[in-house]
Nanobody, 125 residues
C-alpha cells in the first residue's frame, strides 16, 4: 500500500514556475514508477510526465516537453514536478500516481494503482 500526498500548487502568472511535490508513505515507494497527471474542468485526465523507479527513464507529453521536469528522491520517498514557462492552458488539478512499471506508467491512467488527492495549479494570463 502506498499513500500519496501532493503539495506545491497555487496561483502563478503565465511564464512563471512552480514545483510540485508528492510525498509517499510506505517502504516500497522506490519499487514503483511514478507519474504526474492533470485534469482541467471538462477535460479528461492526462499523463504529463512519468519516471521509472530508478529515475533513469522519463516520459513527457508533447504539451509539456521542454518546460516540465520530473524527478524523484527515493531516500525521501518524494517525486517532484518542476514546471517552468507556465501557460494558462497548464491550469488544472495535478495528481501524482504510482504504477508497477515504467511501461505501464506511460500508457495512461489504467496502469496506475495508487493516486494522490490532487493539488490545484492556476495560471493567470
Amino acid at each position: 500500500q502506498v499513500q500519496l500526498v501532493e503539495s506545491g500548487g497555487g496561483l502563478v502568472q503565465a511564464g512563471g514556475s512552480l514545483r510540485l511535490s508528492c510525498a509517499a508513505s510506505g517502504r516500497t515507494f522506490s519499487t514503483y514508477a511514478m507519474g504526474w497527471f492533470r485534469q482541467a474542468p471538462g477535460k479528461e485526465r492526462e499523463v504529463v510526465a512519468a519516471i521509472s523507479w530508478s529515475g533513469g527513464s522519463t516520459y513527457y507529453s508533447d504539451s509539456v516537453k521542454g518546460r516540465f521536469t520530473i524527478s524523484r528522491d527515493n531516500a525521501k520517498n518524494t517525486v517532484y514536478l518542476q514546471m517552468n514557462s507556465l501557460k494558462p492552458e497548464d491550469a488544472a488539478v495535478y495528481y501524482c500516481a504510482a504504477a508497477s512499471s515504467f511501461r505501464a506508467a506511460t500508457r495512461g491512467s489504467e496502469g496506475y494503482h495508487y493516486w494522490g488527492q490532487g493539488t490545484q495549479v492556476t495560471v493567470s494570463s
